[in-house]
Each structure stands twice: as structure tokens, then as C-alpha cells.
């Protein structure tokens, strides 16, 4: 039979009942168990003695006073959900700075994007699929009124906040999002980035 | 004022009452409430000395440590969710506390530091001198243990806490808790022995 493992001859020195009639029928019989548990058994025997090294009575109420003054010089701490409880102006804040961290995401990394090296392959609309014709989008992008409302909330935005308060563009957040977009969406962006191409002589 | 070790430094498990009462005070000060953590430091401050008493080996360094501990309590306050009792939660502050501190500085052991208990009165000062010097090779001993091997140590003999509160405290399981206490059990034997 297998002697005692370490955490059996802890159990056995700490009168745990954990270990089975037979394993204490081993212990009983092996005398290097036994010695091991001799050892363990000596060993706690000199840590108790060392007994508690307490302090003066007078300690405990100098103590606390310390504590209690460097608390005071600390900034209160605060509860993770206080957030939660902040106005509304606030919650709002937060959705505009979100919802302008996607925009402008999307609107600046696409306009700089490198050009493509071959033709762009236009697909005729399925006519499956009710389309608007990209006649009808808006030509400039200035004149979008979805565009204006997102300009005029980041007006006084510092973009440093918005990094601060953890948005900011990740890799491949391009690519995700150029996959959602729908197949007129496709052509429209096409279409722009050949503007911008034509604009700046690329 | 003389305690026995039970007394002392023993929180044991805590039990449900004394851990809704933690919590309350816990709430109240992340409410603002800064004198809730003066209740919190006046319950805790004594198992928080002890431990760090075991690690510092002296009393201006134990006081300095257990100072720090509460201090990092109080800064962290936010994240104590009440998974678990609010003494397992400052043990676990303390214990890391103690083992970034002490892990390699040299020790000020003191031999005179046992207090004087009542009953001993009539003990003769050579036996206590003695009985001083003893404790400060035991705790000279117990210095040169790895820290998982000491901190398991200090925890169950000095603090009497079940070997699952221990593993919630340094972060692993029973079983290596006990694996732990074996080895700084049988070493410390081997350390005094090579004292001796």
C-alpha cells in the first residue's frame, strides 16, 4: 500500500477525519509514515512557540488615530457603478461621443484608405432588392443631414477625451465594418473614394 | 492587556452577521461615510498586525506594514464585491502586502518583544530571556521559508484559519495550501535544527 501523501499526513497531524480506516490502518503500521508525521508534529510544536507578540494597550488607540489620518488625506473612494447614477446630460454625452467615434472612424480611415489597384467592378442592383439608384444619395457628403448632426455635436470635442474615455478604432474595425455595408452602400463608397481620387490627382 | 493567540489573531470563519456588518460599512463609506472605516480598521486592526507582525518580525515595521495594508484597503474599496468575507478580502491585501515588503529585506529580529502575560509573572527572567531568544530563532526560521511555504505557515498556526479560507487568500487550491504547510512544516524543523 502507498504511503501517506502529503496532504493525507496534514489531515492525519491536524485530526482531520477525512482520511479512511484503511489509510490509518497503514499509518498505523508504517513506521516511515509515522516519522513523517513525527517531523510534521515537531515542526508546528516549534512554530507555537513563538507566541503572540502583543503591543502595548496603548498602541491600538495611537494606531487607529494614524490610520484614520492618512485615510482622511486620501480622496474618498467611490463606488464602480457611480456612473450610473450621473445625469442625463451625461449618459448623452457619452452616446454622442460614441456614436461621432464611429463616424468619424468610418468617414477618415475610409478617405485615406490607399487606392485600389484594379478597376472597381460596379454590380448591376439585384432586382430582387428595392434600391434607391445612387443618383438619389447625396453628391456631397457636406450636405448629408445625418453627417450635420454628427458634426455638430463633435464641435467642441476634444479628441483626446474621446481616447480617454476608451473608444478609438481597433484593427480591422475598417474591414468590419466595410462588411456590413450593404451592396449600394458598396457602390456609393466606390464612388466617393474615385472622387477623392480624381480630386487630389491620384 | 494579555490575549491567547484564539483571541488575538483568530478570526476563524466569520460569521454571517459580522460579514453583513462588514459590507454595511464598506457601503458607507464608498458613500462618503470616512468614519465607517475607522469602525473597520478598529475590527480588523489587530489579525492585520498579527500578520504582518509575523512577516516584519519587529514592532515599528509591523505597524508601518499594517498602516499600508489599511490604506490599500480603503484606495481599493470599490473592488471588494462581497464575494467573499470582508477578513478574507484584507487577509489577501495583507498577505501580498507583507510578501512584497519583507521578501528580501533583513530582518530586525527583537528576542524581548513577547509580552509580559499576567500568569508568567513568576517565571524567572532567565527562563524568560530563554523563552525570547527561542521565539526570535523560530521567527528567524520561519524568514528563510519560500513565501507560499511562510505564508501558509503564518495563516494556519498563527491565524487558525481553515486551509480553504488560506487558499481563497494566496489564490490556489486546498491541496496546495496543505502541500505548502507540509513543506514549511518539515523545513522548519530542518532550519531549527541546523540552528541548534
Same mark, same amino acid.
Given at each position: 500500500?502507498? *504511503?501517506?501523501?502529503?496532504?493525507?499526513?496534514?489531515?492525519?497531524?491536524?485530526?482531520?477525519?477525512?482520511?479512511?480506516?484503511?489509510?490509518?490502518?497503514?499509518?498505523?503500521?508504517?513506521?516511515?509514515?509515522?516519522?513523517?508525521?513525527?517531523?510534521?508534529?515537531?515542526?508546528?510544536?516549534?512554530?507555537?512557540?513563538?507566541?503572540?507578540?502583543?503591543?502595548?494597550?496603548?498602541?491600538?488607540?495611537?494606531?487607529?488615530?494614524?490610520?484614520?489620518?492618512?485615510?482622511?488625506?486620501?480622496?474618498?473612494?467611490?463606488?464602480?457603478?457611480?456612473?450610473?447614477?450621473?445625469?442625463?446630460?451625461?449618459?448623452?454625452?457619452?452616446?454622442?461621443?460614441?456614436?461621432?467615434?464611429?463616424?468619424?472612424?468610418?468617414?477618415?480611415?475610409?478617405? *485615406?484608405?490607399?487606392?485600389?489597384?484594379?478597376?472597381?467592378?460596379?454590380?448591376?442592383?439585384?432586382?430582387?432588392?428595392?434600391?434607391?439608384?445612387?443618383?438619389?444619395?447625396?453628391?456631397?457628403?457636406?450636405?448629408?443631414?445625418?453627417?450635420?448632426?454628427?458634426?455638430?455635436?463633435?464641435?467642441?470635442?476634444?479628441?483626446?477625451?474621446?481616447?480617454?474615455?476608451?473608444?478609438?478604432?481597433?484593427?480591422?474595425?475598417?474591414?468590419?465594418?466595410?462588411?456590413?455595408?450593404?451592396?449600394?452602400?458598396?457602390?456609393?463608397?466606390?464612388?466617393?473614394?474615385?472622387?477623392? $481620387?480624381?480630386?487630389?490627382?491620384? | 492587556?494579555?490575549?491567547?493567540?484564539?483571541?488575538? &489573531?483568530?478570526?476563524?470563519?466569520?460569521?454571517?452577521?459580522?460579514?453583513?456588518?462588514?459590507?454595511?460599512?464598506?457601503?458607507?463609506?464608498?458613500?462618503?461615510?470616512?468614519?465607517?472605516?475607522?469602525?473597520?480598521?478598529?475590527?480588523?486592526?489587530?489579525?492585520?498586525?498579527?500578520?504582518?507582525?509575523?512577516?516584519?518580525?519587529?514592532?515599528?515595521?509591523?505597524?508601518?506594514?499594517?498602516?499600508?495594508?489599511?490604506?490599500?484597503?480603503?484606495?481599493?474599496?470599490?473592488?471588494?464585491?462581497?464575494?467573499? &468575507?470582508?477578513?478574507?478580502?484584507?487577509?489577501?491585501?495583507?498577505?501580498?502586502?507583507?510578501?512584497?515588503?519583507?521578501?528580501?529585506?533583513?530582518?530586525?529580529?527583537?528576542?524581548?518583544?513577547?509580552?509580559? $502575560?499576567?500568569?508568567?509573572?513568576?517565571?524567572?527572567?532567565?527562563?524568560?530571556?530563554?523563552?525570547?531568544?527561542?521565539?526570535?530563532?523560530?521567527?528567524?526560521?520561519?524568514?528563510?521559508?519560500?513565501?507560499?511555504?511562510?505564508?501558509?505557515?503564518?495563516?494556519?498556526?498563527?491565524?487558525?484559519?481553515?486551509?480553504?479560507?488560506?487558499?481563497?487568500?494566496?489564490?490556489?487550491?486546498?491541496?496546495?495550501?496543505?502541500?505548502?504547510?507540509?513543506?514549511?512544516?518539515?523545513?522548519?524543523?530542518?532550519?531549527?535544527?541546523?540552528?541548534?
Amino acid at each position: 500500500m502507498k *504511503h501517506l501523501s502529503r496532504i493525507e499526513l496534514v489531515d492525519l497531524i491536524e485530526s482531520s477525519p477525512t482520511l479512511s480506516a484503511d489509510r490509518l490502518r497503514h499509518f498505523e503500521t508504517c513506521a516511515k509514515c509515522r516519522a513523517e508525521a513525527e517531523a510534521l508534529r515537531d515542526g508546528r510544536t516549534a512554530a507555537l512557540e513563538d507566541g503572540d507578540a502583543e503591543p502595548s494597550p496603548l498602541f491600538w488607540n495611537h494606531f487607529a488615530a494614524r490610520v484614520a489620518q492618512a485615510v482622511r488625506n486620501e480622496p474618498a473612494p467611490v463606488a464602480a457603478t457611480s456612473w450610473l447614477r450621473a445625469p442625463v446630460i451625461t449618459w448623452a454625452t457619452t452616446a454622442s461621443i460614441v456614436l461621432l467615434a464611429i463616424g468619424i472612424t468610418v468617414w477618415r480611415t475610409t478617405l *485615406h484608405a490607399p487606392a485600389p489597384t484594379a478597376p472597381i467592378v460596379r454590380q448591376a442592383p439585384t432586382p430582387d432588392v428595392a434600391l434607391a439608384s445612387p443618383a438619389s444619395l447625396p453628391d456631397d457628403v457636406d450636405a448629408d443631414e445625418a453627417w450635420a448632426v454628427v458634426r455638430a455635436a463633435a464641435v467642441n470635442l476634444n479628441w483626446d477625451d474621446v481616447h480617454a474615455a476608451g473608444i478609438s478604432a481597433h484593427p480591422g474595425d475598417v474591414e468590419n465594418v466595410a462588411q456590413e455595408l450593404s451592396a449600394d452602400e458598396r457602390d456609393e463608397l466606390a464612388r466617393l473614394l474615385d472622387e477623392d $481620387r480624381k480630386r487630389n490627382g491620384v | 492587556m494579555t490575549r491567547d493567540r484564539t483571541e488575538a &489573531a483568530r478570526p476563524e470563519a466569520a460569521t454571517a452577521s459580522e460579514r453583513e456588518d462588514d459590507r454595511v460599512l464598506v457601503q458607507a463609506c464608498l458613500r462618503g461615510h470616512r468614519d465607517a472605516f475607522d469602525v473597520i480598521v478598529e475590527r480588523h486592526q489587530r489579525q492585520v498586525y498579527q500578520l504582518c507582525y509575523r512577516f516584519a518580525g519587529n514592532h515599528e515595521d509591523a505597524s508601518d506594514l499594517a498602516q499600508d495594508v489599511f490604506l490599500r484597503a480603503y484606495r481599493g474599496l470599490h473592488s471588494f464585491k462581497g464575494n467573499s &468575507a470582508f477578513s478574507t478580502w484584507l487577509y489577501r491585501i495583507g498577505v501580498n502586502v507583507c510578501l512584497n515588503r519583507v521578501g528580501s529585506r533583513t530582518h530586525k529580529w527583537t528576542t524581548l518583544e513577547v509580552a509580559d $502575560r499576567p500568569d508568567n509573572r513568576a517565571e524567572r527572567a532567565d527562563a524568560r530571556l530563554l523563552r525570547g531568544e527561542r521565539a526570535a530563532e523560530v521567527r528567524a526560521a520561519i524568514a528563510k521559508l519560500p513565501k507560499k511555504q511562510r505564508a501558509a505557515l503564518v495563516l494556519r498556526i498563527y491565524h487558525d484559519l481553515p486551509h480553504d479560507q488560506i487558499a481563497e487568500i494566496v489564490g490556489t487550491s486546498v491541496g496546495a495550501v496543505k502541500a505548502n504547510f507540509f513543506h514549511a512544516l518539515a523545513n522548519l524543523k530542518k532550519l531549527l535544527k541546523s540552528q541548534s
